[in-house]
T-cell receptor, first 114, second 114 residues
């Protein structure tokens, strides 16, 4: 069974640009969550999608958005990039919401904003 | 809001010895889950062990075990017979029952000395 796949693995963008990151969950998993990891703030929850609907959102500005497709693949978009958006973005998939089901993580996308 | 605290930014242990990583959390809820995740240099978060709050028995997975003290809100991870492959960042995480958001501690970097 293939794991969670995130593309691209690395990205370098310029301030003011926008970026789209992709996450393909484990087959059969319908819940996809996104996390931002930085040395200063640690791991912070961005949002979660389940059945193509955003179910929960973290405390991030509106520049951060996402969506989920009918095949459960998810994309995350960041517009008007700032230097502080440089981070490792991790995606996690779960079979279903709630119940403490295990979250399986991808290897992340390392975004560098210059 | 729930918080997770890992008071040891770094730990080191000799190969084959035992090490304990500390984690405390703050919540007013009674039904939740606790996890330890490992993040090696490959950056992929890997679940090490999980504990349901309603279970009094401490979880065990091979060389990994936890000491869950619900009243004290403490959740430590014990690694026995440490191996070089155990070297990684370890994150303690909390998940409220029915919620989608994992709340992570700041992590403990574990070094294994040969």
């Amino acid at each position: 069974k293939a794991g969670v796949t995130q593309t691209p693995r690395y990205l370098i963008k310029t301030r003011g640009q926008q970026v789209t990151l992709s996450c393909s969950p484990i087959s059969g998993h319908r819940s996809v969550s996104w996390y931002q990891q930085t040395p200063g703030q640690g791991l912070q929850f961005l949002f979660e999608y389940f059945s193509e609907t955003q179910r929960n959102k973290g405390n991030f500005p509106g520049r951060f958005s996402g969506r989920q497709f009918s095949n459960s693949r998810s994309e995350m978009n960041v517009s008007t990039l700032e230097l502080g958006d440089s981070a490792l973005y991790l995606c996690a998939s779960r079979f279903r919401q709630g119940g403490g089901t295990e979250a399986f993580f991808g290897q992340g996308t390392r975004l560098t904003v210059v | 809001a729930q918080t997770v605290t890992q008071s040891q930014p770094e730990m080191s242990v000799q190969e084959a010895e035992t090490v304990t990583l500390s984690c405390t959390y703050d919540t007013s809820e009674s039904d939740y889950y606790l996890f330890w995740y490992k993040q090696p240099p490959s950056r992929q978060m890997i679940l090490v062990i999980r504990q349901e709050a309603y279970k009094q028995q401490n979880a065990t997975e091979n060389r990994f075990s936890v000491n869950f003290q619900k009243a004290a809100k403490s959740f430590s991870l014990k690694i026995s017979d440490s191996q070089l492959g155990d070297a990684a960042m370890y994150f303690c995480a909390y998940l409220l029952q029915g919620a989608q958001k994992l709340v992570f501690g700041q992590g403990t970097r574990l070094t294994i000395n040969p």
